[in-house]
């Protein structure tokens, strides 16, 4: 029967090799919070099974599925047959999309990105007192998360930038559209367009950026190649930081969240754990940590689709944090900093950070 | 379905604990087997007397019932092969109540077998048996069941530990086995009547497990030999030595290679490799078991003769092993598991056999298994979508059953009949035992509406 | 009384953000209304201060969420958080189910009610600026 959907002709022989053995329930953050095995990494591979078998259409029907998955990868780190879900996922959104088939808020998020800087369509993002555009050494990135969810994370970053005197510029930027080739779509070549040609004015030679995401889409995706042609290096924010040294301490209890998008996905678990080493004595894991961390919820598309099931996800992952009696959570991606701080409950009393925020937080009680 | 039963049913648990939505069926036509076929709609039930509703609506309406845990079952018998409604227990996963003074951890059946353990880890206890599936298969899937895991040898199974149960019957009445006592003769013992059931005599809504104090320490050491007759020698040494190690697991040529196509272990890649374990409170008295264990192997012509000397590597090891079964299901895209087990003596044979039936038929067989109790694994690889391999797996299996009731074994070990094995109970069941348990699934279920159609119980 | 689809009962204040206030003994009751939980859609995420947390008049103390908006509360008046609907940490949805009921936000200890007076009051201020919003968001 010939291959039908690209899902098919890519990946026809991993999905096969699922043995059904199931494992990947224990790590899933979907089943985790929601017990549905239709939901899981087995689940959808049995789904794609019968499509290709001919026996399901490639519809609406499997949207629910289909489209809900952190992309967190943590099935495939687990998986004993080493069944690559996360990218048989996002190549089967983009067959659904294909055939008209796609969860309604993303389809919302591309025709947003189509006329829009940022997925949630606003239009000011806040000035972070400070002119952008400038010319430096350094630009910053903050990402869509930051500009508009997570600002006061965003300015307390920015403000630790300069305290460290690091010469660095905002730019007007625009979404990267990264997360569009996750749902099905492709990144906006004129937003791209626009991100490089102003960060190239700056004169920059290295783009630090907050958001991991961002940083995968900068260093991966084919459409910012030029950058590396240019000579300009993007790094994440922990990875920049790992070199200075901080003078201000905490006896308080600190925990590492790892992003999904910086842990497993680049493989960046000890530079943000140097850093926080320095500043806190009283430094402890939690049970899912490094390529084992249990996802926030909150990627893949999923808390703008799936918002209640991502907090659900949220939540689960703070139980963790309850567990090692943390006083402090700490992590280096604003989409986990929001997905976290909207799932905390009032009862619980630790605090979400950001590193670089609590760093500037520290520093500012210092001066105080 | 009927609307008015959807409505019955809806009316016992909720709105949204029900489906009929085609993800979910998809899903709840599998389980870790190849056999599928997909229900009618699925329930999730949080309470027993949910349970029992659901049982009595669906033994008046003649209804087939399947109950699930976790899916992660290698025969088939989460499979709802009549259709009718899946019964998904998973939402019922409170830890009740664990007392440590009487020994004993009350739990709803949709714990996670590892939930359990982290319960009790802090309090220096333990659940035994460790099912290599144990992250994410139920401990209602493990009663039902009756799984076994890599401790088998020293500490028997699923059934040792369970005290008492309580059971919905399928026409809905609901009732307890066992005591809460450390031992009881009262009555017929129901308990053991239930444990390994498959789910086919009653629905188990809570479980009293006999909990045992973790030992601290352990030994882990290898040897790895060239010949099965050399390996078979000394499994049944070891039984003379006066000690039983916690674990004792053999890991054959095809297994190794897997694995090492997998990891970054580079184990040999030898005839067989055996993989032991001894535990204790102390350190010398694990060692002083392993050195025991080592002066057989090394009696034995070894090729090479290892201990483990770090945390990192027992853990590697361990995880290896755990991880044989799916790590062999990447060499072809079907793979069938088996567990016949034989008596300790019959071991070599039973190796030697398999290699046999894998030639004649020439068909790829890897084993790996429980070597401290006779407990083998040998998994099948073949092309599922080609007919002539399929065929060819048919007969393997055939003879890979008559091998293992000609030396006075059993069918399964620990993953039970379900559908895969149901052709099969007559080799090894006489016909007046086929009787007795088929006349005692119709005293239980007389309307067969609790996952029927298997473990040959139909005549 | 009813302004096109939209609830708005006329015996409430208004903030002009959307939010309506009613005097509950000493305390002042908040919550959203009809017109900003349709449009918002499904509420997933509501921020409840600590009690005790003074409320400037006009400034941002709390913040709402749904899948795709993110909406700043105002205070209606100067005073001091007297306590929270703790049901909305695991039930936002309260709020679409029932906005002026169940789906309460949040009390508050004025330190003047005669601030009341300068909110959005009476069957006739509340058509005009309910209308007006329907159509600029229209526009949108």
Redesign the interface.
Known sequence: MEAKYDFEKKFRKQILQCSRCGFCQAVCPVYGATLRPGLNARGKMLLLKEVMDGNLPLDDQLTESLFQCTTCASCFENCPSGVQVPDIIKQARKDMVNVGSCHPAFEGMHKVLQKHTNIYAEDEPEDFERERNQKAAYVYFIGCVGSYREDEATLETLELLDKLRVEFTLIDEVCCSGVLEDVGYEIIPNLARKNMDLIFDTGASTVITGCPYCFRTFNNKPQYSEMKEKGVKVVHITQFLQDFDFSVRTDKRVTYHDPCDLGRHCGIYEEPRNTIRKIASDFVEMPDNRENALCCGAGGGVRGAFAKNSIAMARRRLEQAEEVGAEIVLTECNSCVHNLGNAKLRKQKFKIYNTTQFINQLMEEEND | MEEKLVKAIVDIVGEDHFTR?????????????EHCNRPVCAV?TETTEQVADLMKLANREDIPVTPRG???GLSGMAVPIRGGIILDL??M?KILKISIEDRLAVVQPGV?Y?DLEKALTPEGFFFPPDPA?G??STLGGNVATNAGGLKGAKYGTTRDYVLGLQVVLPDGRIMRTGSKAMKSVSGYDLTRLFVGSEGTLGVVTEITFKINPKPTKTSTALATFDNLEDVGKAINQIMHSGIIPSALEILGRETLAAINQ?TDLNLPEVDAMLLVETDGYTQEETAYQIEKVIRIFEANHPQEVKQAKTEAEVKDLWAARK?A???L??IE?S?VLEDVTVPMTHITELLKGIQDISRKHDIQIATFGHAGDGNLHPQILYDGYDPIQVEKKENAIKDLFELAIGLDGTLTGEHGIGLSKAPFMTLEHDPVAMNVMRTLKRTFDPNNILNPGKMALEG | MKIEQYNMPDDLYYEENHFWVKEEGDLLVMGMDDFAQTMAGEVVYVQLPDDGKKLKLGKKFAKIESGKWLGKVYAPVNGVLDSVNEELETNPGLINDDCYGKGWLYKIQPSDKSELENLIKGKEAIEKWVLADIEKYAEE
């Open positions: 939505n085609i993800i979910d069926l998809v899903s709840y036509a599998c389980d870790a087997s999730f976790a899916g992660t998973s939402r996963n996670i590892a599936s992250k994410v997998n991880s079964y799916a790590v299901s990447r895209n793979s």
